[in-house]
């Protein structure tokens, strides 16, 4: 199974700050690579497939990046519906696998 | 815009079976993947497997070979996931995910609302 891991796994910060939430893969994934967001008592939502593509409907302030084993989730202007856990999954191969979480919480 | 609706919490004993559905607001049910994907309290997302709409074809992770079974009832645009030989690490949310994908690659949206499983004795 490919092993996708996070950091940090979870980040204080303020609104208006830019934030990048790492995700490396175990193997190279070229760009088999979704982002999703969930807050607390709700379903994750997808951000960001394909490793950049941003999903209809998601505030530009997100975006994502990276290739092969190493990605980036940014937000580049936290805003406070933002605070949530985010993950990325990789689509590569079978089982699909996520990260373990990263929670940004309010500074 | 597609809805994925799943059914309500359950409570089962140890070694019980669940059955959790999800029904889709769509039309072209057929054409749908559904994926389910579970998280116990507290923790991240774990991906059990997925059914083809068309075909009834299914994927299931290795964990969870033996004891997940995955169908469709086209005719009322239902998927269902049921889980046999429920142990308390069982218990968690279930989710279940519409599949989309785009040459080979391969996302979840939307998703289901969640349905919470108890295993207790």
């Known amino acids: 199974d490919i092993q996708m891991t996070q950091s940090p796994s979870s980040l204080s910060a303020s609104v208006g700050d830019r934030v990048t939430i790492a995700c490396r893969a175990s193997?190279?994934?070229?760009?088999?690579l979704n982002w999703y967001q969930q807050k607390p008592g709700k379903a994750p939502k997808l951000l960001i497939f394909?490793?950049?593509t941003l999903q209809d409907g998601v505030p530009s302030r997100f975006s994502g990046s990276g290739y092969g084993t190493d990605f980036v989730l940014t937000i580049s202007s936290l805003q406070a519906e933002d605070f949530a856990t985010y993950y990325c999954?990789?689509?590569?191969?079978?089982?699909?696998?996520f990260g373990q979480g990263t929670k940004v919480e309010i500074k | 815009q597609v809805q994925l609706v799943q059914s309500g919490p359950e409570v089962k004993t140890p070694g019980a079976s669940v059955k959790v559905s999800c029904k889709v607001s769509?039309?072209?049910?057929?054409?749908?993947?559904i994926n389910w994907v579970r998280q116990a309290p507290g923790q991240g997302l774990e991906w059990m497997g997925w059914?083809?709409?068309?075909?009834?074809?299914?994927n299931y992770a290795q964990k969870f070979q033996g004891r997940v079974i995955m169908t469709t009832d086209t005719s009322t645009s239902t998927a269902y996931m049921e889980l046999g030989g429920l142990r308390s690490d069982d218990a968690a949310v279930y989710y279940c995910?519409?599949?989309?994908?785009?040459?080979?690659?391969?996302?979840?949206?939307?998703w289901g609302q969640g349905t919470l499983v108890t295993v207790s004795s």
């Open positions: 995910a519409r599949g989309i994908w785009s040459t080979s690659l391969h996302w979840f949206d939307p």
């Open positions: 769509a039309d072209t049910f057929s054409t749908y993947e």
């Open positions: 059914i083809n709409g068309y075909d009834g074809d299914t």
């Open positions: 193997h190279n994934i070229v760009t088999y």
């Open positions: 394909a490793a950049s």
């Open positions: 999954q990789q689509s590569y191969n079978i089982p699909r696998t």
